[in-house]
């Protein structure tokens, strides 16, 4: 699958088979996560890959709105060493991870790190300095649902120049 074919076709799934997702997609996917633009080629960023199913289940009931990572093939989490432009460095690489995956048949989503009060449970729990924040959780896996939510058209949201209202 080509890069704009990936982009367009990319979607938040939330249910999940339990099956294992292969070593070689998941290193594949971290691997472009590695590639995005950071700020001033800082490289923030450190990826743990969870695929035990205990762990699998403390990082799911961890959160407040990612119960369903206990129910994906595997879990990769996303921190970036505080300073200034982390949280962008972050998620440039989170955007290049879900991108890989779907380009490689491995459905994912994204859920929510940076100012969430389970943070410094999540970098503990996963062995990580406390200079490291939380930038977000990945789950990985072979989707059950097929979301395919409305997208506001193209001329809603571009503008040439300068912004033109609605």
Known sequence: MDALEALRTRRSHRAYRPDPVPREALEQMVDCGRLAATAINIQPWQF????????????????????????????????CDEGKYYLEDGSAAIQNILVAGRALGVDTCWVAGDKKAYCPTIRDMLGLPESYRLIGLIAAGYATDSPNPPKKPLAEVLHWERYGGK
Do not use: S
């Not at 403390?58 to 996303?78: M, P, R, S």
């Open 48 to 79: 743990v890959v969870v695929t035990a199913r205990d762990t699998l289940k403390q990082l799911a009931d961890a959160t407040d709105h990612g119960k369903f990572i206990v129910q994906a093939g595997a879990c990769i989490v996303v921190f």
